[in-house]
């Protein structure tokens, strides 16, 4: 079980220091007119998806849950079965990287089994875009922060386009590849209470951010999760992998440069960097050891990606403040 805990902390933007001067970034209008920061990367697609690995899962393992006779996870909350997109989308990157590494098909039966089901309970908005919408009680924080019921997430938005994007480049079905094409129709939604969204731009200063958030509720503040914007970035990085979509590049750069930027704003010199940037969400949320060290490997990440050593250098300064 502790193969895939493993993998998922591997898988898993410093306020104007010197590196970051050296970094290009510009400001773009979003379609709300407002200037956006957004980085000027060109990026390395050779190093294939960050959620896959050459880790051969035994079939037995029940990291993420257990698998019924059709093939698809049960992922359980206090005893009761619940859809749960980003779990379920490790476990079919878990899946997938099995069946490329051992070729038995059970591997592939099981992830597309599972993300079958993640569609039959999705929902599309007016614009085409589809969302993954989380409909059990959730109240992190010891009841600090509520976040009623249905509630999105950015980061399962983001992991589940890879998903698709993996699923297509393994089978070559266009099935997935037209789900990968509506699901990244969601990045350009603008926020809206009470209705899906996860992008939200954000004053810093003199400057426009992008943010997109892990936790999107009727009436939540928005909390600015580091991880969950990363991975959110990293579906954007896949899906311009596959189409080269200058959309998507726009939306790495954004994501890219937010996380950049803000890197002081979670940082906590000499111990584990905040879990989330927004004041009311550090005191939700503190500064989890077991986190800190899976931002520090995702940063590592999109230096590869991007080729910006602001990225290497910060996780380095992660890795010096706790280990």
Known sequence: MALLLVLATLLGAC???AAVENSPSAAVENNSGSAVEVADYKLDTSIGSPYLSTVVAP??????GEVDSNGVLQVKIRGENVYHPVNSAWFISQMISSYRGSKDPEYLRRAE????YLILHS???????????????????KGKLDMGRPWYSGMAQGMMLSTFINLYETTGDIYWK??????????????????????EVEKNGDKNYAWFEEYVGKDVPSSHVVNGHIYAVYGAYDYYRLTK?????????????????????????GGPSWYAVAP?????????????????NQLTMLGRMSGDETFTQQAELLRSDHS
Request: no cysteine.
């Open 15 to 17: 306020s104007q220091s």
């Open 123 to 141: 929902v599309r908005d007016e614009s085409g875009a589809t969302w993954f919408p989380y409909t059990f009680k959730h109240a992190p924080g």
């Open 280 to 296: 009311f969400a550090k005191d939700v949320w503190k500064y989890p050891a077991s986190y800190h060290k899976g931002v520090a």
């Open 245 to 269: 979509s200058e959309d998507a590049l726009l939306m790495f750069n954004e994501g890219a440069a937010t996380i950049r930027d803000h890197f002081e704003d979670y940082r906590r010199p």
């Open 59 to 64: 079939l037995s393992d029940k990291t993420w």
């Open 178 to 199: 037209n789900h990968a094409d509506r699901v990244f129709l969601s990045f350009k939604v603008e926020k809206q209470n009470g209705q899906p969204w996860f992008r």
């Open 113 to 116: 089994a599972t993300t079958r």
